[in-house]
Nanobody, 117 residues
Framework: QAQLVASGGGSVQAGESLTLSCKAS????????MGWYRQAPGKQREWLGY???????SNADSVKDRFTISRDNTERMVFLLMTNLEHDDTGEYFC???????????WGQGIQVTVPS
């Protein structure tokens, strides 16, 4: 099973950038697809995007102009570069890993991103 450990959260001002990281361990096949979700206070968890081991990327329309997903297969890490952050980006961010798109999803621990209004 993949274990996922995320890092990089914090509090930033509106308009600034922040990069989240997530490292996978365990069987490499369980992290063929890695992605990011977020959950704002009082809202459901929202999909942000994923990237496959081959580098295929899919992003949510709501953030695709500001958020970029990338990965380092050697280090088994996935990154989320968030630019021009807004107050509405505040929430808990989760990395995820699946053997394939739509497969059993494993979660990293949530990390908090705060953009004060």
């Amino acid at each position: 099973q993949a274990q996922l450990v995320a890092s990089g959260g914090g509090s930033v001002q509106a308009g600034e950038s922040l990069t989240l990281s997530c490292k996978a361990s365990g069987s490499p096949f369980t992290s063929n697809v890695m992605g990011w979700y977020r959950q704002a206070p009082g809202k459901q968890r929202e999909w942000l995007g994923y990237i496959t081991k081959e580098g295929d990327i899919s992003n949510a329309d709501s953030v695709k102009d500001r958020f970029t997903i990338s990965r380092d297969n050697t280090e088994r890490m996935v990154f989320l570069l968030m630019t021009n952050l807004e107050h509405d980006d505040t929430g808990e961010y989760f990395c995820s890993a699946e053997r394939y798109v739509g497969g059993v999803r494993r979660w990293g621990q949530g990390i908090q991103v705060t953009v004060p209004s």
